[in-house]
């Protein structure tokens, strides 16, 4: 019942972890799976190791939190093996997705990366959309529909087995569609939307200083929400790719109204720290009972819902 | 949704105390509302905004209910905690929390506790065996370093650093105290009292009395030598664990631990022995800030 696919790979459901958020060794992942997400993306990382930034790298606002972790990554040599750890199913016996979000700030580097792990995972997704990213990384690739073309035409090229790739855009920019439709020009194969919002600052009023030692940080949780369903609803009306809502999930009411507005599967991140990771299961069973009440045979029959008439 | 242990309070240092030359006691008013009451082997996120700008994890090494302050135990071991130990009564740091489990303090009332704490790892030791006094239990503390003028939290009127141990339990029991406590110095160069290692320290007390609980929070070198030592006894034991931390919030991931993904800010620090079977990692590795393993 829950079941929904995109391009080509199943997922038991529509529940997958949004990357960066406990992503970042094969154990916490597999945890999450057990758990009963559909599937899980992993920390972005890139060719190299990087430290990311110094904390303080989170902190807590209305509606959310603001995060610079900085795309803190061991390098694709050392977490190849973290990658070949996730199992292949979970405790349930279902089929686990993995997929691997990758950062670079080239498109040489993007290809290497492909080249290294394109037998490793279920899927590939693109971050060209960090709003605290390192310069020529993240959203500095996301906010330019030429550079955004050129890095998934080279990744696309650069596979040899043809592994589906996503493209995880940021919110950040005057036309977003611009971005997506460039994206699909160069045949990304779905789009994951939206990376964190702003970025924003908190500046603590007794220390009379930003907090995070970046100064600013990518908004997610709750409040992102409404500009997150928005942006999936227009893509559903301008480009013809699958699409994975993400941004302030934190329970099937969201879900639903992700797939309402045309998403085929969501991503949850920041709703852990609230929720646990309980959060899968419960939002699972809320969703079933939703779709029962509702008549709803099939996730696809959601799809775009509040398109249609 | 929005819990308040996650926002930063700017607090001035009430007061510091010099514990050794190494390691200095900070103490913090702190209003003990709901969430925001300690646990011992709870830990705080602390920032640091001046001078040097960062942010770490320290456990509670005080909480005085009464009084309404609490207190962290740092070792001056690299940058931040040098800035730390630069700092004066009335200057202002940003804490959050308290985070993590803490120790499971249940049933303590009348029960033989073998608390042990190697080096800085007194902090939170301490924390715990003042609350356990106050619930009634018979405490006796390991305090374990390198050498005598590194000793944390041996100061006890209880203060034991000869070797005659039957002795003093004979007279324990005769007396049937409850809310006993007795230090036990141990140092590896034995400048005071036993001289070896905690592991040797408690392999020798074993022989004398039984324990109804064990709690260990030290290098994790040291830990595991506990814990394999434990490993066959059945006696409860936890485990209070370090993990790199970035967020303490349970979203990054930087402080999950193989193979079960335990975050160590949520279900951690505090693990029983039975949980730290399945932390595969413990005694072998850890993470540092880029997500590298580095081996102990
Ligand atoms: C739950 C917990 C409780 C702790 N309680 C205490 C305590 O009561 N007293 C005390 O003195 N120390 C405690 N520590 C360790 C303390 O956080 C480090 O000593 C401190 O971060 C060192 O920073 P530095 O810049 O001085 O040294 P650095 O040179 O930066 O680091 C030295 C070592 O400290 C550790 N460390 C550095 N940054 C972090 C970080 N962000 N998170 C975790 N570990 C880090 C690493 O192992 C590193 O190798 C605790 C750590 C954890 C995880
Ligand atoms: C701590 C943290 C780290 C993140 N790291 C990454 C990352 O490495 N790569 C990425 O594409 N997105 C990253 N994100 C963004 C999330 O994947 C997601 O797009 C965003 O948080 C919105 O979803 P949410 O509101 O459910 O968290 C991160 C978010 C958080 C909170
Ligand atoms: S420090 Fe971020 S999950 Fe524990």
């Not at chain 1, 997705?97 to 995972?121: K, Q």
Request: hydrophobic share 35%; proline share 4%; aromatic share 8%.
């Amino acid at each position: 019942m829950l079941k929904t696919e995109i391009s080509g790979i199943n997922f038991e459901n529509p529940l997958i972890l949004a990357a960066g958020v406990m992503g970042s060794n094969a154990s916490s992942l597999n945890w999450i799976l057990d758990s009963g997400a559909g599937g899980v993306v992993t920390k972005s990382f890139s060719q190299e190791p990087n430290l990311g930034y110094s904390n303080p790298t989170t902190v807590a606002v209305e509606g959310g939190i603001l995060n610079a972790i900085g795309l803190s990554s061991p390098g694709v040599q050392n977490f190849k093996k973290e990658l070949a750890l996730i199992n292949k199913s979970n405790k349930d016996g279902q089929k686990n997705i993995a997929i691997a979000s990758i950062y670079g700030s080239n498109p040489d580097e993007f290809s290497n990366l492909v080249h290294n792990i394109e037998n490793d995972v279920d899927m590939i997704e693109l971050n060209v959309s960090c709003p605290h990213a390192m310069s020529g990384c993240g959203a500095a690739i996301g906010q330019d529909p030429d550079l955004t073309y050129e890095i998934v035409k080279t990744v696309k090229n650069a596979s040899s087995n043809n592994i589906p790739i996503l493209a995880k855009l940021t919110p950040n920019v005057t036309d977003l569609m611009e971005i997506a439709k460039s994206a699909e020009k160069a045949e990304a194969d779905g789009l994951t939307l939206i990376n964190s919002l702003g970025p924003g600052m908190k500046i603590d009023i007794d220390a009379k200083k930003p907090i995070l030692s970046n100064k600013f940080g990518g908004m997610s949780g709750p409040a992102i929400k409404p500009i997150a369903i928005r942006w999936v609803y227009d893509a559903y009306e301008n480009c013809d790719i699958p699409i994975i809502g993400v941004g302030g999930i934190s329970n099937y009411k969201d879900v639903v109204e992700f797939i309402y507005a045309g998403a085929k599967a969501t991503q949850i991140g920041t709703s852990i720290m609230y929720e646990g990771i309980e959060i899968f299961s419960k939002i699972k069973n809320d969703l079933k009972n939703f779709m029962q009440k509702n008549e709803f045979n099939s996730i696809d029959e959601m799809i775009g819902y509040s398109h249609k008439n | 949704m929005d819990k308040i242990i996650n926002n930063y309070e700017i607090l001035e240092i009430k007061e510091i105390i010099s514990e050794t030359n190494t390691i200095k006691t900070f103490i913090f008013d702190w209003e003990m509302n709901e969430d925001r009451t300690p646990l011992p082997g709870q830990f705080v996120m602390i920032w640091s905004f001046s001078k040097v700008f960062d942010e770490k994890p320290m456990s509670i090494s005080m909480i005085d209910k009464d009084k309404n302050e609490i207190g962290i135990t740092v070792k001056n071991i690299g940058n931040f905690t040098a800035n730390l130990h630069s700092l004066s009564a009335g200057d202002k740091l940003g804490i959050r929390g308290p985070y993590g489990n803490g120790f499971n303090t249940e049933n303590i009332k009348d029960k033989n506790i073998l608390a042990i704490g190697g080096g800085v790892g007194m902090a939170p030791i301490n924390c715990f065996t003042n609350y356990s006094k106050e619930l009634g239990g018979n405490i006796d503390i390991i305090c374990a370093s390198v050498t005598k003028d590194e000793l944390l939290f041996s100061n006890s009127d209880n203060e034991i650093n000869d070797n005659k141990l039957t002795d003093k339990f004979n007279k324990d029991k005769a007396t049937k105290n409850i809310g006993t406590v007795n230090v036990f110095t141990c140092t590896d160069d034995g400048t005071c009292g036993f001289e070896g290692y905690a592991t040797h320290r408690t392999t020798d007390l074993l022989k004398y009395k039984s324990y109804d609980m064990v709690v260990v929070c030290g290098p994790e070198i040291m830990m595991k030598g506990i814990f394999d030592l434990l490993k066959d006894k059945k006696i409860p034991a936890q485990y209070s664990m370090e993990r790199y931390m970035k967020c303490a919030m349970g979203i990054c991931g930087q402080c999950c631990v193989d193979k079960k993904g335990w975050r160590i800010c949520v279900e951690g620090p505090v693990f029983s022995n039975k949980d730290l079977k399945e932390i595969q990692e413990f005694g072998k590795y850890h993470r540092n800030a880029s997500g590298l393993k580095e081996k102990y």
